[in-house]
Nanobody, 121 residues
Framework: QVQLVESGGGLVQAGGSLRLSCTASGSIYRLDAMGWYRQAPGKQREFIARISSSDRMDYADSVKGRFTISRDKAKNAVYLQMNSLKPEDTAVYYC???????????????WGQGTQVTVSS
């Protein structure tokens, strides 16, 4: 099993910053893309950012220029630096990871339990 654990959420004022962390553990042969999603009450989960195994990065338009995704492959970790936070960024943020559990190319797609980010106006 592959487990993802997020941390770094909290309550901040508009314009502030937070840094989210996610560490994967378990039966990981190779990590491919990792990413961040968020879900606000009453809304669908939405894509925020992803980073590929070759460190290519993609962002949702809503966070482009404010959020930065990065990863530490040695630690099986992915991070999300969130700057210039807005009240509309308030949501539960989920870490996602894709990869393979063994050399026979058995894939996995795992999600963390989420970390709450609340931005006050």
């Amino acid at each position: 099993q592959v487990q993802l654990v997020e941390s770094g959420g909290g309550l901040v004022q508009a314009g502030g910053s937070l840094r989210l962390s996610c560490t994967a553990s378990g039966s990981i042969y190779r990590l491919d893309a990792m990413g961040w999603y968020r879900q606000a009450p009453g809304k669908q989960r939405e894509f925020i950012a992803r980073i590929s195994s070759s460190d290519r990065m993609d962002y949702a338009d809503s966070v482009k220029g404010r959020f930065t995704i990065s990863r530490d492959k040695a630690k099986n970790a992915v991070y999300l630096q969130m700057n210039s936070l807005k009240p509309e960024d308030t949501a539960v943020y989920y870490c996602n990871a894709n990869g393979h559990i063994d050399r026979f190319a058995r894939p996995f797609n795992s999600w963390g339990q989420g970390t709450q980010v609340t931005v006050s106006s």
